[in-house]
């Protein structure tokens, strides 16, 4: 390493290690040794420090270890004349820096409660997000796992203007990596740069502004490290795994906008650590042999023009550019745009008109390939701000294509409509809604290219069942709502289909280990009255997922011979997750939360748990923030119960399930549930409601207790006396 970059690495790490000290000093004389310090919403403690040390820091006074390390850590600034290899000493200030930073920040929370906005995006007139919460862990490190997106730049400093910054985070968005942004140069920041040019901010369009200050680059290796434990399944304190794990799958690199400060080296030897490599716009000395990092560790005076394929180059990602036609950028990143008012061009759906969209099975002959038509006017034929139906049908054939296949196809669309930039899409079915925005139009975007995507996208992804796709898109309102009916007959079909099948009259059930990848004991048992917990796979949609990919995640479960009628057992069952599980979990049963329940992974809409007082049981889905009557929010619980364990008296489910027959039956079933959260209620109501008449009580929604009434037992078992909730005149259920 050059003696350069070394010296200053280490003078930057002693002087935030100094700066952060002095801050905990502080602290300590205003809050105290026993104050409670954390990031927000996470089982992981502050991050890098509990990933690398596996030290967890609960209050202020456990950073005095920490501070400790630190310094012991922290080499001496190497002498003029001396000309030892630096990069050891280097990467151990680059490490104390991390530490030193993790707990500074710590403080600033603090100190600071609203210094961030904890979530997904900012609010209007907030920017900065700070540090990823363990849902948006699990949501968003689940692409870094599948692919989805293949790592993150971090970003730091801001570009020369506006263009140019906008440039680079399209071209990184283009590639889909996630942008992690921090610190800032000259008082102009990458973040508010995008902001100010009108670009969307935060997880879902994958560009996060962590904070103002180098000290937030932090965020993004603390994500880095509970990605390795939280997917990786590494021990905290197991510096090692993390670190390789991290050079080897995180694609990740640091890509410093203006002149590089003494701290800016700091941290970015604390990433090399990681094996994320620094690329500058600056002429600073460069680190180019390879050791820690793949290829080289700090390349120098990249042109903005290049800097982002230089960037991929040396980090040495494989990023597919999808290559389909079409005048916009195309791509996951884009998949959680908005459109907003200001922007729109034209709007489909959304209650204001009909939009359809459909996939159906033709004979081959039927179908000509690649065959895109809009059947009355197209973009530019449509005035800005009009509100127009439109209908989607899909027309595909081929040799191995079944009807059954249908529904999952058409799923699809939704994700590879919202690939488009400038195109927003929400919902399935004839509840679609489409935006398309004024960029979008000017670039020449048309309706017809909504088929362009389609066609490539099934081709690409279902290549293996169907042999030809055409796609029709009609605009006027006289053919849209002639192809409403002929749809609405086909779903009516559809959901028959599945309404009408039991768990008794079938002879398999289906696997799903699609989130083996993080959770690696974790097997659902998909059966026709019993949906895969994320709420994303019925037990039609494992079949025919199985059969479209045979050695897939999805594997036919044969019931055999019964061994509990009541707990849902079955030997077959009880073998397979065995095997699954790689001997982890021995029994299983389909029906019950309190006898070896179903294990249960990060992903569950909502969690159910038994409360002894109220001899009844609670649910609680994940958009709910709020306290519930056990005791635990639901990130507590899903962080607690998440990991592929089997823990009796609690259990992950779907939405859907609840209202399906099988839904804990072995406790009751819904007759059971004393509590849960008012949103949820409202969202299944209407279901709700049928299958409670179906049990003899047709009010049993309303005798359910929601926060409004309480969140604590003692709170919401008088109000369960007053409505005579049935569970209370129940056998007990523990
Ligand atoms: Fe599959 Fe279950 Fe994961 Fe859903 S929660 S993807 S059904 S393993
Ligand atoms: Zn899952």
Redesign the pocket.
């Known amino acids: 390493m050059s003696k350069i970059i070394a010296a200053s690495a280490i003078r930057g790490a002693h002087k935030i290690v100094n700066m952060a000290e002095t801050e905990w000093k502080n602290a300590m004389d205003q809050f105290g040794a026993n104050q409670e310090v954390s990031f927000p919403e996470t089982a992981y403690f502050l991050p890098v420090i509990y990933g690398i040390l596996g030290i967890p820091v609960r209050k202020l006074g456990d950073m005095e270890k920490i501070f400790n390390i630190c310094k012991r850590l922290l080499p001496e600034v190497p002498a003029q004349q001396c000309h030892l290899p630096y990069l050891g000493p280097a990467l151990d200030a680059g490490m104390a820096t991390l530490f030193a930073e993790e707990a500074y920040e710590a403080i600033q929370y603090l100190k600071h409660p609203d210094l961030y906005f904890p979530d997904e995006e900012p609010p209007e007139g907030k920017i900065w997000l700070g540090a990823a919460n363990d849902i948006i862990l699990r949501k968003r490190g689940i692409e870094f796992v599948d692919g989805t997106a293949p790592g993150f730049a971090a970003v730091v400093g801001a570009a020369p203007d506006q263009e140019t910054a906008v440039k680079i985070a399209q071209e990184l968005q283009a590639r889909n990596l996630y942008v992690f942004m921090c610190a800032s140069k000259n008082g102009e920041k990458l973040a508010l740069q995008l902001q100010n040019a009108g670009m969307q901010l935060g997880w879902p369009v994958r560009l996060v502004p962590f904070g103002p200050d180098i000290y937030e680059a932090v965020f993004a290796l603390g994500f880095a490290v509970r990605a390795a434990m939280s997917f990786g399944g590494i021990e905290p304190g197991d510096y090692r795994k993390i670190l390789i794990y991290n050079k080897d799958r995180i694609f990740a690199f640091v890509l410093a906008l203006g002149e590089v400060s003494e701290e800016w080296y700091a941290t970015a030897a604390g990433a090399i650590n990681f094996g994320f490599p620094t690329i500058a716009d600056t002429p600073i000395p460069q680190i180019l042999p390879t050791g820690v990092c793949t290829y080289e560790h700090v390349v120098s005076n990249v042109p903005h023009s290049q800097i982002v394929s230089k960037a991929v180059e040396i980090r040495g990602l494989k990023v597919t550019v999808s290559s389909i036609p079409i005048p916009v950028p195309f791509g996951p990143a884009f998949e959680g745009e908005r459109v907003r008012k200001e922007e729109l061009y034209v709007e489909a759906g959304g209650g204001k008109t009909l939009a359809i969209e459909l996939t159906t099975t033709l004979p081959l002959s039927e179908v000509e390939d690649g065959r895109i038509e809009v059947i009355g006017p197209d973009l530019d034929e449509i005035p800005e701000g009009s509100n127009i139906p439109l209908a989607t049908l899909i027309e595909v054939a081929g040799r191995e294509m079944q009807d059954e296949f249908e529904p999952i196809l058409e799923r699809y669309i939704h994700d590879y409509v919202n690939y488009i930039n400038g195109v927003m899409h929400i919902g399935q079915r004839d509840i679609v809604w489409l935006r398309i925005s004024k960029k979008a139009k000017e670039k020449g975007f048309l309706l017809k290219h909504l088929g362009t995507v389609i066609h490539a996208k099934y081709h690409e992804v279902f290549g293996n069942i169907l042999d030809k796709v055409q796609v029709k898109i009609y605009t006027l309102e006289e053919n849209v709502q002639l192809l409403h009916s002929k749809a609405k007959e086909i779903w009516r079909h559809r959901d028959e289909r599945l309404a009408g099948i039991t768990d008794d009259e079938v002879d398999v059930f289906y696997s ?4 083996q990848s993080f959770a690696p004991s ?1 097997v ?1 048992i ?1 059966t026709p009255e019993r949906t ?3 709420g ?2 019925s037990w039609l949609d494992c079949r025919a997922s199985n059969r479209i990919n045979p050695k897939g995640p999805n594997q036919p479960v044969k019931k055999e011979l019964i061994i509990d009628e009541r707990l849902g057992q079955w030997e077959g069952c009880n073998k397979f997750v065995n095997i699954a599980s790689r001997g982890s979990i021995e029994k299983v049963s389909i029906y019950s939360i309190m006898v070896d329940p179903m294990t249960t ?1 990060g ?2 809409e909502c969690v159910a748990v038994v409360l002894p007082l109220c001899n009844g049981l609670m649910t609680v889905n994940r958009e709910y923030k709020g306290d519930t009557p056990c005791g635990m929010k639901f990130t507590t619980l899903a962080g607690t119960i998440g990991g592929g364990k089997q823990t009796p008296g609690f259990l992950g489910h779907s939405k859907f399930n609840i209202t399906q027959k099988k839904f804990m039956a072995a406790e009751g079933g819904i007759k059971r549930l004393v509590w849960m959260p008012k949103m949820l209620k409202e969202e299944i109501r209407e279901r709700f409601t049928k299958r409670a008449a179906e049990i003899g009580i047709p009010d049993l929604l309303d005798r359910i207790a929601d926060e409004t009434i309480g969140i604590t037992e003692e709170e919401i078992l008088p109000f369960l006396q007053q409505k005579r909730h049935p569970a209370l005149e129940m056998e007990p259920i523990m």
């Open positions: 799903c280990t699609l989130c974790h659902c998909v895969g917990l994320c994303a796979f992974c992903c569950c």
